[in-house]
């Protein structure tokens, strides 16, 4: 079974409009932590946001915040105010445990967005 | 001031040939990571190395084999590689507490043909 579901293999938004990123996660570990990553065309990783299973608030990062729906295993990316910038592959990620360890990130197939003007 | 930095950006070799990737990170973090990404943009661990334990996937092949000369630098060294060995190479670093948030380097492509 998948750990991270990321439903939308493809977007396109209007410039200016809200966009939401659907992730779904799959763990038994109370303890765990969601990420979000965008990579443009230019190919590097960018951290966006993080949220942990225990943060009692959504995470929040300039015009991006995490919608986290613990019981409904969900963490979804919203991007304020969308920018042709905002243009470019968008990944979930999750690492299970505390953090501090050497795990590796479980990343979900992306979602392609497309900002139109 | 690249935080996570890789050489060579890109590297085009024959089948059979053994070849490195270098990866260095100016952050002071105490673990590295090497994912490959393959050509569906699909992203996986391949390991993950502090200084006190290497995780390897193990689904990756013996032919793979990471080498730490110390903290800031995780190298990556193939063996006979090949064609399925194409995708891209990211190193990745991170704080060894908190959050855990990884930093990637800006990737390596390698083509084997």
């Known amino acids: 079974a998948q750990k991270i579901t990321q439903t939308q293999p493809g977007m396109f938004v209007q410039e200016k409009e809200a966009v939401t990123l659907d992730c779904t996660y799959d763990?038994?570990?109370?303890?765990?932590?969601l990420f979000w990553y965008k990579q443009p065309s230019s190919g590097e990783m960018i951290f966006l946001i993080y949220q942990g299973s225990y943060d009692q608030q959504n995470a929040t990062e300039g015009r991006y915040s995490l919608n986290f729906q613990k019981a409904r295993k969900s963490a979804n990316l919203v991007i304020s105010a969308s920018q042709l910038g905002d243009s470019a592959m968008y990944f979930c990620?999750?690492?299970?445990?505390?953090?501090?360890?050497?795990?590796?990130?479980?990343f979900g197939k992306g979602t392609h967005l497309i900002i139109q003007p | 001031d690249t935080a996570v930095s890789q050489t060579p950006k890109y590297l085009v070799t024959q089948m059979g040939n053994d070849k490195s990737i270098k990866c260095e990170q100016n952050l002071g973090h105490d673990t590295m990571y090497w994912y490959k990404q393959d050509s569906k943009k699909f992203l996986k661990i391949m390991f993950s190395?502090?200084?006190?334990?290497?995780?390897i996937n193990e689904t990756v092949p013996n032919r793979f084999s990471p080498k730490s000369p110390d903290k800031a630098h995780l190298n990556l060294h193939i063996n006979s590689l090949e064609l399925g060995d194409s995708a891209v190479y990211f190193c990745a670093s991170s704080r060894g507490q908190g959050a855990g948030e990884q930093y990637f380097g800006p990737g390596t492509r390698l083509t084997v043909t």
């Open positions: 190395y502090n200084n006190k334990e290497l995780i």
């Open positions: 990620a999750m690492r299970e445990g505390e953090g501090g360890g050497a795990d590796g990130l479980t």
């Open positions: 763990t038994s570990d109370p303890s765990y932590g």
